[in-house]
């Protein structure tokens, strides 16, 4: 595994956004696909059930119903990877599953060596949960050595960032968010959907597109329900939807995610 790399004093002049508003530079950074209209939002959600509770029969009709919609992705608990690995065998639906979750406070090797295992039983996303702790604390050489840690460990897949954005201030989500897209992250996710404080915002999704510009993905998460909420977040800059009710909203179509350039034209 390679090793974080070495952070000047703590990292402050390093995690600032770099932010291109030139659309014509704009290209669609891994696992993103921009659409102005027309798209079919079951394209930009991960079909998600993380209640402990679920049970083998829960993950098959969870495959099943993303199969049919054509989902990006089902996001899971890691012990059903191996299962959603099969049962989505020669679709084009991926398997996506979590790392850390849902408190982010294990050792960064502990995350990695559960990439990994994520990995060889055929994950090909990984939603990390970060040091919230680290996060709320200032740590952010912490922070960024945490992420790495999970990045190097699993090359080839795609690595989202769990910031757990409704506990932190905006200065903290943006910093989050630089650090994250420095350290070689392809997405930044706003929620794990089980902390108190709250879920996605259309707010904290804009404040995220804006610090990671056209770098990074985008993954709203918590509390999204229904067509016109997730529009909402895709609208603010959410270039992926998290949510259990993925059925109930495959059917709808409207503007999908578009370059940070032409998302601000629009506002």
């Not at 891994?30 to 993380?50: K, M, N, P, Q, S």
């Not at 804009?206 to 977040?233: E, N």
Request: with cysteine.
């Amino acid at each position: 595994m390679k090793r974080a790399p070495s952070l000047p004093g703590d990292g402050s002049a390093r995690y600032f956004p770099r932010v291109s508003l030139d659309s014509s530079l704009a290209s669609p950074p891994r696992g993103v696909t921009y659409v102005r209209e027309g798209a079919r939002l079951a394209a930009f959600i991960d079909h998600t059930l993380l209640k402990p509770e679920a049970t083998r029969r829960d993950i098959e009709t969870l495959c099943r119903e993303a199969a049919e919609s054509r989902f990006a992705a089902v996001c899971v608990n890691p012990m059903w990877v191996a299962l959603c690995s099969e049962l989505l065998a020669g679709s084009t639906v991926r398997v996506a599953t979590v790392v850390g979750f849902p408190l982010g406070a294990s050792e960064p090797e502990s995350k990695a060596a559960e990439a990994v295992r994520a990995m060889e039983q055929g994950a090909d996303e990984l939603d990390m949960v970060t040091a919230i702790g680290s996060m709320k604390s200032g740590d952010w050489r912490h922070v960024a050595r945490d992420i790495h840690a999970v990045v190097c460990a699993v090359p080839g897949r795609l690595v989202k960032v769990i910031i757990e954005s409704a506990l932190l201030t905006p200065a903290g989500i943006v910093r989050a968010c630089s650090v994250a897209r420095d350290v070689g992250a392809h997405y930044v996710k706003t929620s794990t959907g089980f902390n108190p404080a709250g879920g996605a915002t259309p707010e904290a999704v804009a404040l995220m597109r804006l610090a990671v510009g056209d770098a990074l993905g985008v993954k709203a998460s918590g509390g999204i329900r229904d067509c016109d909420t997730a529009f909402r977040m895709i609208a603010a800059g959410a270039t992926r939807i998290g949510t259990s009710s993925g059925v109930a909203m495959a059917g709808c179509v409207g503007r999908g995610p578009m370059s940070l350039a032409d998302l601000l034209a629009v506002a």
